[in-house]
């Protein structure tokens, strides 16, 4: 008997056989299959037959909600049955299961969420994760959790890795998996490239690049644009244009009915021009397109370590989006792609997207691991292991917030982690719940995650937000953007059982909830600085003159830009300093200020690094004293001490030995390896230091000596020695060089007479180079051979020196003439 899905005229059909085989006996494989082969609608389905899943269940992992939901249906819809049958979906709150659900489609960390409640994952076989090539964070921390569970608790558990576009190098290291690669029909698509285009004009160029793809085609137009600013311009610009044309937009945040409008094929047969943004990549199949106009732009998060904030940046696609996205118009028939850059720039696009785990924010990462028992990432096999600065980060904040005490999970922690958000909006809700605000918590947490409602225009005060909400709440008015708000909210509500409130809000109370979940972003307004505000993590920021907050004392900053200097608020709230008492510490202050001369010792008290009171201290601590400067040196220490002649050949002799000798152990004594741990060797240097003059003064070259241990100091000395002596009686200095070349030694002729052989360092393994000097010091050759250079160059040399140099003796025979460091003159 042949299922429904076994008759679909679907390339991947030829491959099931040996996707079913592989399985049964590798317990990871990799699925490299082309855009429209049906993976993701007939492996599954086909899957669930499988005798080694044992009557268990089948976990989808798809990196987006749109595409969770459209391929439950899908395959719903070819079983003959209603979503939450046979197959389900799982999404951020929303569940359509039961009891007889074998497939679960799910994302946004609820796969993370299972494992987390059930490390074993005692009723599920398999799990796909499909579309993989997408990298989210949450498919990376999944699949690190699976194979951890695999290693440990489950060895039968099995885990299939989809795409169309999957790095295949990447995955075979680090996963040590078989891979099966199904060719597929895909139609062919032709590419014309419309040549490089101005970013800051993207819906001007898309709208008329679209215009000419109406024109020279037919069928439906799927158009590719980074976000839903230009889709709403590029939407309004076709509307004038293309009267009459189904225009639909398609981006993450539109409601699901939409977004099942703009993927439909239209009931009429009108022609269609759909406006995505990288949603419509992969998994959904869009009837009608044979047209793909793509701008070659997307919007991704990128998290900034420096100001703890992330940021949407427009980035250049990679060729593996390119390539999806071009596979949109060969679905279905043969068709066309219009690329908006040229030949020349499609060649210096990166082979595939950066892993959203190598930028994002780790909070909620390092928070999952954390509640498994896992102290240190490295312990997991990852395709990109998280940066442990990013990573070291995260477990700061999750210190600062409760959730991390001595690197473990507390009870705190655990809660929080219990919660479907980010750990900063967990620690709110749970705050607000101990003071008997979760309404208002979760009314702000709603906010704070989802796009802003009212815009620039309408200030920075959340407070404006919230009494919207409720007025709207209140009046049953709720729709679009604030129906999406109070949907989250009410989710939240549900999670601590406790009902609306449409009341209007105290804006202090509302200020002191966003300190709980950002603590560093509490703001004081610098004195004669108007609309500007010194944060408690440093930064300073501001928001505009004529803003109603622009005049507070001080502020709690939810939304705020990373860039670099001065900042820009987005979205605050004004902020009781009466409720920050216990926020203030008493702390003895020393730093290092180039600029202001050097050292400083106070006592302050203080909210991070907003001052309150300052009182100098005239005796502090010495140890606390030393690191201070050390820190300063390792920032700038290029500037701060004396890197001179002596210093720069003390380093590069020893690197030389470095390369010259590698099984010696000798140092890596480079500036930057220097700066870094300028701990180990300069601390005893900085005892009585207080100036930059101070720091110049240092005798840097004698301090990094003593550094080397005394067998390190004598083997400097003897296998690469700052002088050699030459015949002449003199010592010369060598110049040596970084990179392990032969050092120069630059000597006048007349003081190598006599001298055969080439002089060496290293007991003889490495001649010198030498660069031979006239008497007045100019150079007349270069050799690292000196007995050829006597037997055949040195007479055509003597004829030019003598000719220049005519009172000096130039003898004829070299060998046998005396070496002399002066002048000797030639016999009248």
């Not at 610098?526 to 004529?546: E, T, V």
């Not at 690469?720 to 002729?749: C, F, I, M, T, W």
Request: with cysteine; aromatic share 6%.
């Amino acid at each position: 008997m042949k299922y429904l899905w076994q008759q679909l005229d679907l390339p991947i059909i030829e491959s099931l056989d040996e996707i079913g085989a592989k399985l049964a006996s590798d317990t990871t494989l990799l699925l490299n299959a082309p855009p429209g082969a049906g993976k993701s609608t007939v492996v599954p389905l086909e899957l669930l037959q499988a005798p080694w899943l044992n009557g268990k269940k089948i976990i989808v992992l798809e990196p987006r909600r749109l595409a969770a939901r459209s391929i439950a249906a899908r395959l719903s819809e070819l079983l003959g049955e209603e979503v939450g049958g046979t197959v389900g979906y799982r999404i951020r709150f929303e569940t359509r299961v039961s009891d007889r659900t074998k497939i679960e489609v799910v994302t946004e960390g609820i796969l993370t969420r299972m494992l987390q409640s059930d490390q074993a994952l005692e009723d599920v076989g398999l799990v796909i994760f499909d579309e993989f090539h997408e990298r989210s964070i949450h498919a990376d921390v999944a699949l690190a959790l699976c194979r951890e569970s695999q290693h440990v608790l489950r060895p039968d558990l099995r885990i299939l890795i989809m795409s169309a576009t999957l790095n295949l190098q990447q995955l075979t290291l680090a996963l040590k998996a078989p891979v099966i690669e199904s060719l597929g029909r895909q139609y062919p698509v032709k590419i014309r490239y419309e040549g490089d285009t101005d970013e800051r004009m993207l819906p001007e160029l898309a709208a008329s690049v679209i215009r000419k793809a109406f024109k020279e085609n037919e069928g439906d137009i799927l158009v590719f644009l980074p976000g839903e600013g230009e889709i709403k311009k590029c939407e309004e610009l076709l509307r004038s244009a293309l009267r009459g044309t189904l225009i639909f937009p398609l981006f993450g945040q539109l409601p699901f009915n939409k977004q099942r409008a703009a993927i439909l094929p239209d009931k009429e047969g009108r022609r269609k021009i759909i406006l995505a943004t990288s949603i419509a990549e992969t998994s959904l199949t869009i009837e009608g397109v044979k047209v793909v106009v793509d701008t070659g732009f997307g919007r991704t998060q990128k998290w900034d370590p420096k100001s703890g904030l992330s940021r949407l940046e427009t980035i250049r696609i990679s060729k593996d989006s390119a390539d999806q996205r071009a596979g949109r118009a060969g679905r279905l028939g043969p068709g066309v792609c219009y690329r908006m850059w040229s030949k020349a720039t499609e060649s210096h696009l990166q082979a595939h997207r950066t892993p959203e785990i190598a930028e994002a924010d780790l909070g909620s990462l390092a928070l999952d691991l954390a509640n498994w028992g896992i102290m240190n990432a490295s312990q997991l096999t990852w395709v990109t292991e998280p940066p442990k600065g990013a990573m070291l980060s995260a477990k700061e904040t999750l210190m600062q917030l409760g959730a991390l005490s001595n690197g473990r999970i507390t009870l705190h922690g655990k809660r929080m982690h219990q919660l479907p958000c980010h750990p900063r909006i967990a620690h709110m809700l749970l705050k607000a719940e101990e003071e008997d605000m979760v309404a208002l918590g979760a009314d702000v947490a709603a906010l704070i995650e989802e796009r802003d409602p009212l815009g620039k225009e309408a200030g920075v005060d959340i407070n404006e937000r919230l009494e919207a909400l409720r007025r709207f709440r209140k009046e049953d008015r709720l729709a679009g953007k604030w129906e999406r708000i109070e949907k989250v909210a009410a989710s939240y509500r549900k999670l601590f059982d406790a009902s609306a409130e449409n009341e209007p809000v105290d804006p202090f109370v509302t200020g002191l909830l966003l300190t709980y979940a950002y603590p560093e972003r509490i703001a004081s307004a610098r004195p004669g600085n108007n609309a500007q505000f010194q944060l408690a993590n440093g930064r300073i920021a501001m928001i505009g003159h004529r803003d109603d907050l622009a005049h507070e004392a001080w502020l709690a900053v939810a939304h705020m830009d990373a860039r670099d200097g001065l900042g820009k608020i987005f979205l605050a709230s004004p902020l009781n300093p009466r409720d920050l008492a216990e926020r203030i510490e008493q702390r003895e202050v020393i730093k290092w200020n180039t600029d202001d001369g050097g050292l400083t010792a106070t006592m302050d008290l203080r909210i991070g690094n907003i001052v309150l009171k300052s009182t100098p201290l005239p005796d502090p601590n010495p140890e606390r004293k030393a690191q201070a400067i050390c820190d300063a040196v390792r920032k700038e220490g290029e500037r701060l001490l004396d890197w001179n002649e002596e210093v720069e050949q003390w380093q590069n002799r020893v690197l030389s030995l470095k390369i010259w000798r590698p099984a010696d152990g000798w140092p890596d004594v480079s500036k930057e390896t220097l700066l870094a741990t300028v701990d180990e060797w300069l601390m005893p240097y900085v005892t009585h230091v207080k100036s930059p003059q101070d720091l110049k003064r240092i005798n840097l070259a004698q301090a990094l000596e003593y550094h080397l241990s005394f067998d390190q100091q004598a083997d400097l000395k003897r296998l690469a020695p700052v002088q050699l002596h030459v015949p002449s009686d003199s010592n010369v200095k060598l110049l040596y060089r970084p990179d392990g070349e032969a050092p120069v030694l630059a000597v006048r002729l007349q003081e190598l007479f006599g001298l055969a052989e080439t002089p060496t360092v290293n007991e003889g393994k490495n001649p010198v180079l030498i660069h031979l000097l006239s008497p007045g010091y100019k150079p007349v050759q270069v050799t690292a051979d000196l007995k050829s250079f006597w037997n055949n160059t040195y007479f055509e040399v003597r004829k030019e020196l003598k000719r220049r140099y005519p009172k000096h003796s130039w003898p004829d025979d070299p060998w046998s003439a005396q070496a002399v460091s002066g002048v000797k003159r030639r016999s009248v």
